[in-house]
Nanobody, 123 residues
Framework: QVQLVESGGGLVQAGGSLRLSCAASGRTFSSYGMGWFRQAPGKEREFVAGINWSGGSTYYSESVKGRFTISRDNAKNTVYLQMSSLKAEDSAVYFC????????????????WGQGTQVTVSS
């Protein structure tokens, strides 16, 4: 059983930056892809970014490409999401998830979600 704990959310002004972290335990972290998803009120959960087991491949939704950066530190069992140039439409609960494979693309079979961290961007 894997446990995922997100942190780093908060309130930020439009144009600002935040860095989310997700600490994993209970599974060999370095063997699996990781991803970040988000869910705004009244909307479905959507893929934001993913990273493969080694960190050598990253994937982004079109809405965040060029503004967000996903990275991982396998020595610390942690995945990060650096968010810059934030917009009001980025406001959501952000979740990290671990894939069932070493891939990080949106169809990598993500499951085992964290509890989420709220990001609110004021305009």
């Amino acid at each position: 059983q894997v446990q995922l704990v997100e942190s780093g959310g908060g309130l930020v002004q439009a144009g600002g930056s935040l860095r989310l972290s997700c600490a994993a335990s209970g599974r060999t972290f370095s063997s699996y892809g990781m991803g970040w998803f988000r869910q705004a009120p009244g909307k479905e959960r959507e893929f934001v970014a993913g990273i493969n087991w080694s960190g050598g491949s990253t994937y982004y939704s079109e809405s965040v490409k060029g503004r967000f950066t996903i990275s991982r530190d396998n020595a610390k069992n942690t995945v990060y999401l650096q968010m810059s140039s934030l917009k009001a439409e980025d406001s959501a609960v952000y979740f990290c998830a671990i894939a069932s494979t070493g891939r990080g693309a949106r169809n990598a079979g993500f499951g085992s979600w964290g509890q989420g961290t709220q990001v609110t961007v004021s305009s």
